[in-house]
């Protein structure tokens, strides 16, 4: 099993947070779904990640950033 580097979640969840408001845990995603974004910088991963999941159009569960 791959592991991921802990610097990169760490700085994806970083990236989430500052985003979306929130990290992978409450995004609710495992190790296997995390790999699948693990190839791409952080920033990049979260960016992608809130396209797949269109959380860019879902303030509806978290309070957007201003600006």
């Known amino acids: ?3 991921l580097d802990p610097a990169w ?6 990236e989430m ?4 408001g929130i990290d ?3 995004a609710g995603w ?3 779904t995390l790999l699948s ?3 791409l910088p952080p920033s ?3 960016l992608a990640f809130g396209r797949d ?3 860019q159009f879902d303030d509806a569960l978290w309070q957007r950033r201003p600006g």
Do not use: G, I
Request: hydrophobic share 45%.
């Open 53 to 55: 999941y269109d959380l």
């Open 44 to 46: 990049e991963a979260a």
């Open 24 to 26: 992978h845990t409450d």
């Open 37 to 39: 974004y693990a190839d």
């Open 9 to 14: 979640l760490k700085t994806f969840d970083a």
């Open 17 to 20: 947070f500052r985003e979306f």
């Open 1 to 3: 099993m791959t592991l």
């Open 30 to 32: 495992d190790v296997e």
